[in-house]
């Protein structure tokens, strides 16, 4: 448990690097561009490549590492001569996905933003071609941040990101006075194209090489991607959440695509920093319990979900209390106006009320992976894509891009109230002592939000970084106290 502790540490400390730049990008983007319809092409055409990368990225992650992991475990050759072989296949998959991509990229618009006046269509076309190469990238980037995570390696996948960002910033500062939105996509570009070549010599450690021919194993290829199709289509679907929601945002007003994109960056970063790192270090010792000793899996699992909630609580009261002014200060400047902190600030809030149910989901999907339970991973995405859908559409007819925010909470909360009450009713896991310590966090959450409001008055201040800081500094040492009071064994919890 030191180890991981170590990692997390290690991990936490690149992540804040890396979001901190990364957040250093959105609020230039925000800067130059506001909630424009400039703005809305970019980030439509942006998630296009995360779309389709998400099947082969998950198809790696859940699917073929834990394959090379227990490979491994026998002869690191065969483990990496399988992996080229898997690996190959999924370059030209996605060769072919980069090139479907750019030859159909105003169809794909057209699917993704049926609200879209015809200048933003032809804007996000040209965006979208400029970063179609970007999926071949993501797929490289991908099998090397699994391979590099099954051999417990997590310091360079988490720097990775640090050097993209670093391009995209210089990108947003020299080519954006001179080409515009075009500028930032060239920078994505060839961000991403760095990204992918700074993880090369730690791979190259591991023994495995990248190969571009096309193996004729098609025994091994079609046996593994039978057995991972519902990983495939789940990855698929929980994606298409972010599709529905630029989807219905495009027929909002102008910047509702932009809005809703600024405030779920700003609500991964606490996710990012202190909740995915969990996920992320939590994976392969899932998989290799889930293996061998389902006692200890079920023990890691529990202190997994114990572990989200507690760093997820004090960071979603701020969130709460402070919203308005966390998305001030991360956008408002430049172009950001009023009405772009109104429709930022508006989505932010309700996506901070699911915050611990984002990560949660993705680390009961890993849970679920790692014991092969792969249909129940595709019906608790396809339960949650169907919540969203319906609630976006439904919420958005009289809340706006709040509705849609809201929906999406929504859905996140029944995705992972479902994918728990599968593995309960299978590994009959017991939740009464989880129920208990689940109670007194919910009392201390409580408390904290009670507090923070009577103290209102008090804490308001005329510099909102100030406002910011002193609430989060109550926040903080008044969670430490009740967890004390309340008796919440958190410490413990990280030892064992």
């Not at 970063?269 to 992320?280: A, D, E, K």
């Not at 559409?393 to 509705?403: E, K, P, Q, R």
Request: charged share 10%.
């Amino acid at each position: 448990m030191s180890n991981m502790i170590k990692a997390f540490s290690i991990l936490t400390i690149f992540s804040i690097i890396g979001k901190l730049l990364g957040f250093t990008r959105e609020a230039l983007i925000a800067a130059y561009f506001g909630t424009t319809g400039t703005a809305d092409a970019f980030f439509v055409a942006s998630i296009i490549p995360i779309v389709l990368f998400t099947a082969i990225g998950t198809s790696i992650q859940a699917g073929i590492i834990p394959i090379y992991m227990k490979d491994k475990n026998r002869s690191l050759q065969m483990a990496n001569e399988k992996l080229h072989v898997l690996g190959s296949f999924f370059i030209w998959i996605g060769i072919g996905l980069s090139m479907v991509t750019f030859l159909f990229a105003e169809l794909t618009i057209q699917i993704l933003a049926p609200g879209f006046t015809p200048e933003q269509t032809e804007q996000a076309m040209v965006l979208t071609r400029i970063l179609a190469p970007s999926l071949l990238l993501l797929t490289i980037n991908g099998i090397s941040t699994g391979l590099l995570h099954a051999n417990k390696q997590f310091v360079i996948p988490a720097l990775s990101p640090v050097v993209q960002n670093s391009v995209i910033i210089l990108a947003i500062i020299f080519l954006t006075t001179v080409y515009g939105i075009v500028g930032v996509a060239v920078g994505v570009l060839v961000g991403t194209i760095i990204q992918t070549f700074v993880q090369y010599p730690a791979l190259h450690k591991t023994g495995f090489k990248f190969t571009f021919r096309m193996s004729k194993n098609s025994k091994l290829i079609k046996t593994t991607l039978a057995l991972f199709i519902p990983v495939i289509l789940a990855a698929i679907v929980m994606q298409l959440n972010d599709v529905v929601d630029r989807i219905v945002t495009s027929y909002l007003e102008t910047g509702s695509v932009a809005a809703i994109n600024y405030a779920n960056r700003l609500l991964w970063l606490p996710l990012s920093i202190m909740l995915m790192p969990i996920v992320t270090i939590f994976y392969p010792t899932l998989v290799e319990k889930a293996t061998d000793n389902m006692e200890v899996f079920l023990k890691m699992m529990r202190k997994g979900v114990f572990l989200v909630f507690i760093f997820a609580i004090p960071f979603e009261c701020v969130m709460l209390t402070q919203g308005e002014n966390l998305v001030e200060m991360a956008y408002g400047r430049g172009i950001f106006d009023t009405r772009a902190l109104q429709l930022t600030s508006q989505a932010f809030f309700f996506f901070t009320i699911a915050l611990p149910f984002f990560a949660l989901r993705d680390f009961f999907l890993n849970a679920l992976y790692a014991v092969h339970k792969f249909r129940v991973a595709l019906y608790s995405c396809l339960i949650g894509l169907c919540v969203n859908t319906v609630l976006s559409i439904y919420l958005a007819s009289f809340m706006d891009i709040a509705g849609v925010a809201l929906a999406t909470s929504i859905s996140m909360v029944v995705t992972v109230s479902f994918m728990l009450l599968k593995i309960r009713s299978v590994y009959s896991i017991s939740i009464r002592h989880g129920a208990i310590l689940f109670g007194k966090l919910l009392s201390i959450f409580v408390v904290i939000m009670v507090v923070i409001r009577l103290l209102d008055p008090v804490l308001q201040h005329t510099n909102i970084w100030n406002e910011v800081v002193y609430t989060t500094l109550v926040v903080f040492v008044l969670y430490a106290i009740l967890l004390f009071v309340w008796k919440v064994p958190v410490w413990k919890k990280l030892k064992s």
